[in-house]
């Protein structure tokens, strides 16, 4: 993971002078960059770790490399916003094969036309759809990679609709022959397509997916709502300015406020900068894949987001993840008990 700010402390500790360095590193750095601590004393992992909770600055990383061990940790939380107190279980992610027609520099789960397909399959769709219905899921969000590359997608997503209002995230590439076919029989009140657009023109939405995506995808959002499908456009951004002017793109749209997504790359997968998130960044919104039950989409192939193999039953891959959000949550609460100075 790629620092702002390499510190090398040597043999340095939280009793010899260590502390000092950190401070001088956090005045040096904006709210978001990383530093990265080299150090000998391998010890002070433990403190390090208590350190970055108590201070609001989380711990990332931790890797020995020569002998030595390299700690990443991020200045400063990632703001909280209204959506983090939505409650664990009311939002359902689906992986649906992880493999794409696009190859984004930044996917947060490598996805690719070489990427190896890990399906959940239609059988396996219907089973969690039955179970997220009797579990109240409100709404369930369909990813793929690309899942319009799946023969049976519209299957899938009548499956997920019929359980909760369905979201389905795509390139919109994909919009023609048989794949648009698929799309006609669906509830248009139930499903909303989800697309992704990076910016107003070409350059630098082609830029990270490709040349020629912009136009082609510009086209794919056309047929959606020649189809009667209300379209939902998603931006993924490096900058606050890039930000501006895709929300100034949708403005001159009319683009209404709930069919707009702005985020930012998220340094996971692919992605060699963008916004470092951790495990504890993250209110959990249960995901699920070919391979088990993860805490959150935007890592859902890593390894510390990973929950459970177990999918099934799913009341209790969904208690897994409550219940580690709340033990967690817990240890963060115990560690700022033991900081109390009075
Ligand atoms: S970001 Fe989306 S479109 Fe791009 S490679 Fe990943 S899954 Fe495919």
């Not at 493999?99 to 399959?121: F, Q």
């Not at 009341?315 to 033991?338: C, D, M, T």
Request: with cysteine.
């Amino acid at each position: 993971m790629r620092a702002n700010i390499e510190l090398d402390v040597g043999r340095k500790t939280f009793a010899s002078g260590l502390l000092t360095e950190l401070i001088a590193a956090l005045r040096q750095s904006r709210p978001g960059d990383l530093v990265a601590v080299v150090g000998d004393e391998q010890s002070i992992g433990p403190e390090l770790e208590t350190w970055s909770r108590f201070t609001g600055n989380p711990l990332l990383e931790a890797k020995a490399e020569n002998g030595r061990t390299r700690w990443v940790f991020r200045c400063g939380a990632v703001p909280a916003s209204a959506e983090e107190r939505r409650p664990v279980g009311s939002r359902l992610w689906l992986y649906t094969n992880f493999d794409c027609n696009l190859h984004c520099d930044y996917c947060c789960v490598r996805s690719s036309p070489t990427a190896p397909r890990r399906e959940l399959g239609l059988e396996r769709v219907r089973r969690i759809a039955r179970e997220a219905a009797e579990l109240g899921v409100q709404e369930i969000f369909v990813t793929g990679g690309e899942p319009f590359l799946l023969e049976d997608i519209g299957d899938i997503l009548l499956a997920c609709s019929t359980a909760a209002p369905t979201t389905v995230l795509t390139n919109g590439m994909l919009f023609a022959g048989r794949r648009l076919e698929s799309l006609r029989p669906l509830p248009r009140d139930r499903i909303v397509l989800q697309i992704s657009l990076d910016s107003p023109t070409a350059d630098l939405h082609d830029l990270h997916r490709g040349p020629g995506t912009w136009t082609r995808t510009r086209e794919g959002i056309q047929r959606a709502r020649t189809l009667g499908f209300r379209v939902r456009l998603a931006a993924t951004v490096s900058t606050d300015v890039e930000a501006d002017q895709f929300r100034h793109f949708l403005d001159q749209e009319e683009i209404a406020p709930e069919d707009r997504v702005i985020r930012r790359i998220a340094l996971r997968g692919a992605a060699t900068d963008g916004v470092a998130l951790s495990r504890s960044d993250l209110v959990p919104e249960v995901t699920i894949t070919a391979e088990g039950v993860y805490w959150h989409p935007v890592g859902a192939e890593d390894a510390d987001l990973l929950v459970t193999r177990d999918i099934f039953p799913l009341s209790e891959s969904f208690a897994a993840v409550r219940h580690a959000f709340e033990r967690e949550g817990e240890h963060a609460n115990k560690l700022a008990r033991i900081f109390n100075c009075a």
